[in-house]
Structures are given as structure tokens and as C-alpha cells.
């Protein structure tokens, strides 16, 4: 059985997404409040495995995930792509119109906006995540009041589907890593496929530096995936940049990197891993 730590508690889109990742294996799911509980939970046991939710198509990249990693020294064996649909549950027999409440996480609100605005006078109230809002519904009994939050938290905590999909973009993806000690990394990656590396580093602050950099892996035939900057505290107008990049010759790839590390500061591979499939 494997432990795997996610932030949330069951029927929350980590823990979908960590079924959907370790499909067809036996989890022990450890529910975490925070991403750095996630850490620390593998830090106290190098068997657990963490999933961390680290960008979204609609709502953006989760910058603090991208530190919380590299400052925490685990490293990414893996990712998956979950299309997140929402829906609108209540207590079993609540009719639509009856819903005076609608309670949820912003960034869900936020998604199901269009949706929401066709339930006049429903009061919405932001909650601190999607599967608590459910379960507090469930354990409370509140009369009137929905949640949106995923189809397996309403069927988790015994309510009533009263609208499904109702997120306004259905093109709403999730993207998590997943995440390991070191040396258990080692071990699940043996003799893997790793077509996708995360890599993070610095440049100097002198002109053109980035454009050099990326000159270089172009012409490795590197493509890039991502790129995403965050400032150094304490370095003033200096940078950061967390890189995806995915590859089809690990041989090349690695040459890649040889070539610019004269060229940057503190490079360091995040992970080095199979590039993850995408639900439909």
C-alpha cells in the first residue's frame, strides 16, 4: 500500500487526482491542511509520497508550490493532468430552487461564475476548500445551502448532485506533480521513461542572459514547456526561473544542460520524470 500526502481530505481534486495518478494501486491517503504539511510528511517518513497541485489553465501557476519544492528538497517523480468539473451538491431531496446558500473555495466560485449568476438571490460564501465544504454540509445538515465541489466528494459525504459541469470553461485543468524523498526517487524511477525535467536557476543580471540560455536549449532541440520567474528576496531585480522542459534524447537533453550551466546560477534539476497523461 502506498501512503501518498495530498492538502485537502477525501473527495477533495487531490485526492481524485492521486487516485487517477496511482490508478489500479491500494492508497493510504494522508490528508494534510497546508503544502507544507505535504513536505513535512514526507520528511518524517521517506516512504510517503506527496501530490501537490502546482498550476491550473484557468487560475494560473501556485508560485508558493514552486519554492515550497525547491526549498524542501524532494523531488518531482511524476505528473498528472486532471480536467476539474464541478458540481453544485446539497443534502438528498433538496430541489434547485430551494438553495439559499452556495459555499465553495474562491477559485471555484470564481470558475463556476457564469453558472452561479443563474441562481438569483443565492447567497455565495467563499470557504476555505471544495470537499470541506461538502462534508460540512453533510455533517451539519444544512437545509438550503449547496457546495461545488467534485462528484466524488458529493458521493463521499452522502449528497445530491443538483447540477454537474457546471465550471463556465471546460477547458479547466489542474496539473500536480508528484513528489518524493530523493533517495526513494531514485528507486521508483528506475529503469522509467523521463522525457520531462523541472529544472530551476538563477542568471546574472547582465544583458541578454536569458536570451543566451534559451538560444542554447533551442538549439539542443529542448522544447519548453514552461517558464515561470519569481523574484530573489534579498537580490534586488534578480530572478528565479522555474524551466519544464520535455525531450525525446535523454543523451541530448543532458548535453543541454552541460551547455548552460556556465551560463546561469544554482541550476538544479527538480526532477527528471515520464510526461504525464491529461484526463478528458
Same mark, same amino acid.
Given at each position: ?6 492538502q485537502g481530505?477525501?473527495g477533495?481534486?487531490?485526492?481524485v487526482?492521486a487516485h ?5 494501486e491500494e492508497?493510504e491517503?494522508?490528508g494534510?491542511?497546508?503544502f507544507?504539511d505535504?513536505?513535512?510528511a514526507?520528511?518524517?517518513?521517506a516512504?510517503t509520497?506527496g501530490?501537490m497541485a ?7 501557476s ?5 519554492e515550497l519544492i ?5 523531488y518531482i517523480?511524476?505528473e ?8 453544485l451538491?446539497?443534502l438528498?431531496?433538496?430541489k434547485?430552487?430551494e438553495?439559499?446558500? *452556495?459555499n465553495s473555495?474562491p477559485i471555484? !466560485? ?5 453558472f452561479l /449568476?443563474? =441562481?438569483? +438571490?443565492?447567497?455565495? *460564501? ?5 470537499a !470541506?465544504?461538502?462534508?460540512?454540509i453533510?455533517? /451539519?445538515? =444544512?437545509? +438550503?445551502?449547496a457546495? *461545488?465541489c467534485?462528484?466524488a466528494?458529493?458521493a463521499g459525504?452522502g449528497?445530491?448532485v443538483?447540477a454537474e459541469?457546471?465550471?463556465t470553461?471546460?477547458?479547466?485543468f489542474?496539473?500536480f506533480l508528484?513528489i518524493s524523498?530523493?533517495?526513494?526517487a531514485e528507486?521508483?524511477?528506475r529503469g522509467?521513461?523521463?522525457n ?8 546574472p ?8 540560455a534559451?538560444t542554447?536549449l533551442?538549439?539542443y532541440?529542448?522544447?519548453?514547456s514552461k ?5 530573489i528576496?534579498g ?17 541530448r537533453y543532458?548535453q543541454?544542460?552541460?551547455?548552460i550551466m556556465?551560463l546561469?546560477?544554482?541550476l538544479?534539476?527538480?526532477g ?5 497523461k491529461?484526463?478528458?
Open positions: 500500500m502506498k501512503k501518498v500526502a495530498i481530505i477525501v477533495s481534486y487531490h485526492d487526482a487517477k495518478y496511482f490508478d489500479g492508497l491517503i494522508l494534510c491542511n497546508s507544507k505535504v513536505v513535512k514526507i520528511r518524517d517518513d516512504s509520497l501530490l502546482i498550476e491550473n489553465t484557468i487560475a494560473g501556485l508560485l508558493q508550490n514552486h525547491r526549498q524542501s528538497g524532494c517523480i511524476g498528472y493532468k486532471l480536467r476539474v468539473s464541478h458540481s451538491a446539497a438528498p431531496g433538496t434547485l430552487g438553495i439559499t446558500e *452556495v473555495h471555484a !466560485l470564481m470558475q463556476c461564475a457564469d /449568476e443563474t =441562481l438569483p +438571490g443565492v447567497k455565495i *460564501v467563499e470557504k476555505e476548500d471544495t !470541506l465544504s461538502a462534508k460540512r453533510s455533517e /451539519e445538515r =444544512l437545509q +438550503g445551502t457546495a *461545488v467534485s462528484a466528494a458529493a459525504y449528497l445530491e443538483l459541469g457546471i465550471e470553461n471546460k477547458r479547466n489542474t496539473r508528484a524523498d530523493p533517495w526513494t528507486d521508483l524511477l522509467s521513461v523521463r520531462k525535467a523541472s529544472l530551476v536557476f538563477s542568471l543580471h547582465t544583458a541578454g542572459s536569458l536570451s543566451k534559451l542554447i533551442s538549439f532541440d529542448m522544447n519548453m517558464i515561470q520567474s519569481l523574484p528576496i537580490r534586488e531585480w534578480e530572478y528565479l526561473f522555474y524551466v519544464d522542459l520535455t525531450f525525446s534524447d535523454y543523451v543532458k543541454a544542460l552541460d551547455a556556465p546561469t546560477k544554482d538544479k534539476i527538480l527528471e520524470y515520464a510526461e504525464g491529461q484526463s478528458v
